[in-house]
Structure formats: structure tokens, C-alpha cells
């Protein structure tokens, strides 16, 4: 089976080229390396370009016969979001309409596509399930809403099907390296708490500690890319199997507060973690928790890695990776 990974030297798919590679698959990555570095696709082929380039598409679909596409290539960063949109729906929906009508002409049908818990806009509910109502407030929420809609259009009118997977928040990284969150500096807090655990960082600031959550701090669902690239195994192989494409949501259903997520990482690094407090940061729910049964159920997804202390264990071995590599004189 040959499989396109569009954004595979990214930080998700990177992990995503890796587990394929080792299923045995022929990979194509396609990554225009906006924010992914070329040597995070560490397995297959690799192409240099963008998802809106229709030639290069062609040129693609016609040179060999693609069993499924993966698509990892968005912009991901709320705030920006919010100040350029048009970045957003430019690459994250227009572009990404070019690959659905090369995938059509060349009669590619088969695509599991990254979304987000960001389609949900401010939770209702202690545990968002995928019938949660779908009121994103931002930009990268509504460009990947656009998409999910445009895919069940083209599902019921072309017989394009397609997964799409709402994640919670990644975080960690592949223990057998060596790949992990690649955009540095970056906006993500698990990758920061442990720059600031390692040196790199003075410290991390927390975002507000006046939300109603029990400690003050914003809740999250911290979920580890691997247990991600698993649930992309499995829905590749149910669109395969003749599965109707479908929404899932990918998360284990912890919440963890920023608090909790610097003290673990204090516990597991065995190191310091200076923090200071900084007000809120535009655009952020203060809970944000998956009922993820529905990708229990039918696609059989049980992560391998639930517990935060993993989670952070596997990250702090990238951080120690990137360390060395800059050979940053604070580094402990
Ligand atoms: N945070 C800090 N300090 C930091 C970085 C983050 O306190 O330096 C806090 C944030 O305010 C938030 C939590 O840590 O409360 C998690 O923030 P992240 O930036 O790690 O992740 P987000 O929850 O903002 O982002 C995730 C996904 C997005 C998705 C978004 C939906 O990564 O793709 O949830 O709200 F859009």
C-alpha cells in the first residue's frame, strides 16, 4: 500500500511517516517545510512542495497509484489566527481544496484528515463527545470546521470518504527518536514547561490563574502523538475495510491544568521548573476535555500512553535531543 503524507516532516506526521514506515507501507511525504524540517521524514520518499500546487499534484497522482493521503500540512497557531486570517483559510481550506480535486480527477479516494477540538468553541459539557455542538471561535478552528464540511460534501456527492480526527492536545514525542515538536521556539506548553526545565528557557509563563477550574489554570486533554499516528493506522485501514468516513475525537479524557503539567514535569525531570503568571491568553477555553468512545468503539483506538507522567518522560527526551544539538550553555 502506498500512502501520501502531506505535512510529513511536521511534528505529527513526522511521528506518522515513522509508524508507516515501520507497517511496512511505501511513503510519500509532500511538505513545503514552512514549519517542518526535511530530516523529520525519516522513512520513504520525500517531495519538496506545497498541497495548493495543482501541477505538482498531478505530477504526483500520475506517477504512481496512492492507496490513501494523510493531511497534516496547517497552519496551527490560534493567535495568529486571529490577527492574519487569511493565511488560515488560504492554506488550511484553499489548498487544501486543490488536493481534494486532484485526489477526485485522479480518483484517490481515500483521506484521513487532521482536525482539531478547536471546531468545538467553548465546551458545554464536562466531556466533549463529537455531537457536541460546533462553534469554533477563532479562525484555525473555523478553517478546519470548513474543511470537515467541504469532506462530507464531497463524500455524498463524489465518494471521496474521508476521516476526519479532532485532536486534543498532542504532546510528547516518539521514545525511540528521533523525531519530536520540531517548530521552534514554538506556542505549545508541554515542549516549553521542559525548555524551561532544561535551561533553554528562564521560565514558562502561565496564562491566567483566574479561570473556573480548580486551581485557576486551563484544563487540557494531553494526548501522545504516537497514540495519534495510531488512530491514523486505524482509520486509514477502516476507509480501506469500506467504512463510511466519519468524525472522531482524539483524547484520553484527563484534564490536567497548567499547574498540574509543570509539577509533573517537575517530577519527572527532577529539576526546577521557574514559572511566573501572566495574564490570560486571548482565545482560550478553559476546559477542553474528549469523550473519546465513539474512536474506541469503532475503530478499536486504545492509547498506549495515557498517563501526563509518560507523556512528559517522552518529550523530555526530545528536549534533551534538541539540547545537545544546540549545545545551549544553560543547558543543564
Ligand atoms: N499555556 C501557558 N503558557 C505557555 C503556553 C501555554 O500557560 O507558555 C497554557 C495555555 O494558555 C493553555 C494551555 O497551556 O491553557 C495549553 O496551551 P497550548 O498552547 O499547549 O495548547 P492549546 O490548548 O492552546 O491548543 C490546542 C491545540 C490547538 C487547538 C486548541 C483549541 O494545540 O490546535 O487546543 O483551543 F486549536
Redesign the pocket.
Known amino acids: 500500500m502506498r500512502v501520501l503524507v502531506i505535512g510529513g516532516a511536521g511534528y505529527i506526521g513526522s511521528h506518522m511517516v515513522k509508524r508507516l514506515g515501520a507497517a511496512g507501507f511505501a511513503v510519500v511525504t509532500l511538505d513545503n517545510l514552512s514549519s517542518g524540517r526535511r530530516e523529520a521524514a525519516t522513512y520513504g520518499e520525500f517531495v519538496e512542495g506545497d498541497l495548493g500546487d495543482r501541477d505538482l499534484l498531478d505530477d504526483l497522482f500520475s506517477a504512481a497509484k496512492f492507496d490513501g493521503v494523510m493531511h497534516f500540512a496547517a497552519h ?3 493567535a495568529e489566527s486571529v490577527g492574519n486570517p487569511e493565511k488560515y483559510y488560504r492554506n488550511n481550506v484553499a489548498s487544501t481544496l486543490v488536493l481534494l480535486e486532484a485526489m477526485r480527477a485522479h480518483s484517490v479516494n481515500h483521506l484521513v484528515f487532521s482536525s ?3 471546531v468545538y468553541g467553548e465546551p458545554r459539557r464536562e466531556r466533549i463527545d463529537e455531537n457536541h455542538p460546533a462553534e469554533p471561535v ?1 479562525p ?2 473555523r478553517s ?1 470546521l470548513m474543511v470537515e464540511h467541504i469532506l462530507r460534501d464531497f463524500e455524498a456527492a463524489y465518494g471521496l470518504r474521508s476521516m476526519r480526527l479532532r ?5 510528547g514525542a516518539d521514545p525511540g527518536g528521533p523525531i519530536g515538536p520540531c517548530h521552534e521556539p514554538g ?4 515542549p ?2 521542559l525548555r524551561a526545565a532544561s535551561g533553554r528557557l528562564p521560565r ?5 490563574v483566574d ?1 473556573d477550574t480548580p486551581d485557576g ?4 486533554d494531553y494526548v501522545h502523538v504516537n497514540d495519534l499516528c495510531e488512530a491514523h493506522m486505524l482509520a486509514l485501514r477502516a476507509l480501506w475495510d469500506g467504512a463510511p468516513g466519519a468524525a472522531f475525537n482524539l483524547g484520553n479524557g484527563n484534564g490536567f491544568s ?1 499547574l498540574e ?1 509543570i509539577k509533573a514535569a517537575r517530577t519527572v525531570t527532577g529539576r526546577p521548573v521557574p514559572s511566573r503568571v ?1 495574564p ?2 486571548p ?3 478553559a476546559r ?1 476535555v474528549s469523550d473519546s468512545t465513539r474512536a474506541a468503539t469503532e475503530l478499536g483506538w486504545r492509547p498506549r500512553h495515557p498517563e501526563l507522567e509518560t507523556i512528559i518522560a517522552h518529550a523530555w527526551g526530545w528536549e534533551r535531543v534538541l539540547c545537545a544539538r544546540v549545545d545551549h550553555a544553560s543547558c543543564h
Open positions: 496551527i497557531e490560534v482539531s477540538a478547536a477563532n484555525y478552528g478546519k485532536y486534543f492536545n498532542a504532546a506556542t505549545h506548553l508541554v516549553l514547561v514558562i509563563t502561565v496564562f491566567g479561570y489554570t486551563c484544563v487540557r497548567v503539567v501572566a490570560r491568553r482565545g482560550d477555553p477542553l
